[in-house]
Each structure stands twice: as C-alpha cells, then as structure tokens.
C-alpha cells in the first residue's frame, strides 16, 4: 500500500523517442508535483497541479507535458526525448503547499 | 533571485551533534521545509517552520529566523544511518506557493 507510487522506475530510451511516466498517490490528497534532479543532485519542480488544475509552470521545455486524469493521479509525458533529459523524475503529493510533500521512489531516465 | 545556500558536505562522528545551516532570501518567504534523501532514494520530510523559534522532533531540531534568513537543522547522538544529503527547501509567495529546494548537504557519519 505504496503512499505515492511511479513507474517505471528505471527508463532507458534513445534519443528522439516519446516516453511517459505514471504517478498515483492514495493519500488523498489534493496537489501533485512532477520535480527534476540532475546530476548534480538539485531538485528542481517542473509542474503541480490542485484538484487536476494546472497550477505551477516552471520554464520547462514544451516537449513535456503534463496530464492529470484526476486529483490521484499525474502523468509525464515527454516528446522528442534529448540526452539532457537524463535525470531522475519524482513525482510528490500534498494535501496542501504549506503541507509536507510525500515523495514516489522516481524514475531514473537515461537518454542514449 | 531565490538562492538557497547550505554547506556541500559535512562530516561527522557517531554519537556527536551537528548542525546545517541554511540561508536564503527573504523576500516573499512563506515557510522553509528539511528534507532527507538517502542515496539512491526520494526525500522524506523531517521538518517544517514558518515562526522564529526552535521546532524540536526527537534526536532532529529545526531553527528559523525570518529576518535574518536563516534555519538550522541539529541532528543530536548521530547514527550511521544519519548519512545523506539534507535538503533545505523553502516555500515562496507568488499566487500558488512553491518549493525551491537547496543543491543539498551531504552528511557523512563515522565511527
């Protein structure tokens, strides 16, 4: 009974490729976060969405785009995959911002 | 800018004390947040402070200082398993409120 859960976790594509990575949190709560750690181990939010609203929009290439299917749910989808892309994805669900954030165990993703 | 400043790495010895220090800018903070990450893991939340003061949780303490932008994490009777990295992640302002995680300071506990 995995409180925030993400799959694949591990991703290993070529360049150019389309790929998605699935988030679903049983916690009930009602804000989701996509975030992005690099190599260099800094956590940066990409996306976070309230009640399946868009709500945070970092500068984030077009090529990823982001689906909430509904408020348990929060999807990745990345196009036209490059080799920067490489890094680990972690999915995050709040009942709140002023909340603590339960963390999925990510998705490590190597473009070749 | 939201810069977030914390040592790169620390080291210290079982049983000891260690504190981390975090400094940020102030403007329009809303709240500052510590995780843990352990290798190879996703970060798990140890503490949050929004008022000056001292938050105290078993052998973790968190300190903040609004006007000065400033917080500590205290770890006391350090444990091996206490080796990671310890990230300052601090909430600001601006419509919805969001995370701005620090690079990280990666704790290294000896025997």
């Known amino acids: 009974d995995t409180a925030v859960s993400q799959t694949p976790k591990y991703l290993v594509t070529q360049m150019g490729n389309d790929k998605s990575i699935k988030c679903e949190q049983n916690?009930?709560?009602?804000?989701m976060y996509w975030y992005k750690q690099d190599s260099k181990k800094f956590l940066k939010i990409m996306f976070s969405?309230?009640?399946?609203?868009?709500?945070i929009n970092e500068t984030v290439p077009n090529r990823f785009s982001p689906k909430s299917p509904d408020k348990a749910h929060l999807n990745l989808h990345i196009n036209s995959l490059e080799l920067g892309d490489s890094a680990v994805y972690f999915c995050?669900?709040?009942?709140?911002?002023?909340?603590?954030?339960?963390f999925g165990p990510g998705t490590r993703l190597t473009v070749t | 800018g939201q810069n977030i400043d914390q040592p790169t790495e620390m080291t210290a010895t079982e049983g000891a004390i260690v504190q981390i220090n975090c400094t940020y800018q102030?403007?329009?903070?809303?709240?500052l947040f510590w995780y843990q990450q352990h290798a190879g893991e996703a970060p798990t939340f140890l503490s949050y402070?929004?008022?000056?003061g001292l938050e105290e949780k078993g052998r973790f303490s968190s300190f903040l200082s609004r006007s000065k932008g400033y917080s500590y994490l205290l770890l006391k009777e350090l444990q091996m398993k206490d080796s990671a990295s310890y990230l300052c992640?601090?909430?600001?302002?601006?419509?919805?409120?969001?995370?701005?995680f620090g690079a990280g300071t990666r704790l290294a506990v000896h025997p």
């Open positions: 102030t403007s329009g903070f809303n709240g």
């Open positions: 995050a669900s709040s009942q709140d911002w002023a909340y603590e954030q339960y």
């Open positions: 402070n929004v008022l000056d």
């Open positions: 992640a601090v909430a600001f302002s601006g419509g919805y409120n969001k995370l701005i």
């Open positions: 916690l009930g709560h009602d804000t």
């Open positions: 969405y309230n009640n399946k609203e868009l709500i």
